[in-house]
């Protein structure tokens, strides 16, 4: 199964099997639509028909990196802004060691 969704800039994209895709082109012959993988670095791609109602194709084997988990994401997210805070609340302690304490208190 896939799930349509927007994306932050309000781009059309598509998270399937844990992966998330951004709309990538429109085979001009058949309609279909080309979703290619949010990881810049990563070739896959998979196809949709034009009411994006279908998955036609996918290669969704060949992911060279971990799955778009939202949830990781945020934990990330939440550590960075936390190291951030610590950074600023203490001038005088090495960001390092900010940021090693972070990591070991949050996991
Ligand atoms: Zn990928």
Redesign the pocket.
């Known amino acids: 199964m896939f799930k349509l969704f927007t994306n932050n800039r309000g781009n059309s994209s598509i998270h399937f099997d844990n992966?998330n895709f951004r709309y990538f082109r429109t085979n001009k012959s058949s309609g279909d639509i080309v979703w290619r993988?949010?990881?810049k670095t990563?070739n896959?791609t998979i196809i949709t028909n034009n009411e994006k109602t279908v998955l036609i194709r996918s290669n969704i084997k060949d992911?060279?990196?971990d799955e778009d988990n939202d949830e990781q994401k945020k934990e990330l997210q939440k550590i960075r802004t936390a190291i951030k805070r610590k950074a600023i609340e203490n001038v005088y302690e090495k960001p390092i060691k900010i940021i090693r304490k972070e990591l070991s208190s949050t996991y």
């Open positions: 992966y993988c949010v990881q990563c896959v992911h060279q990196h």
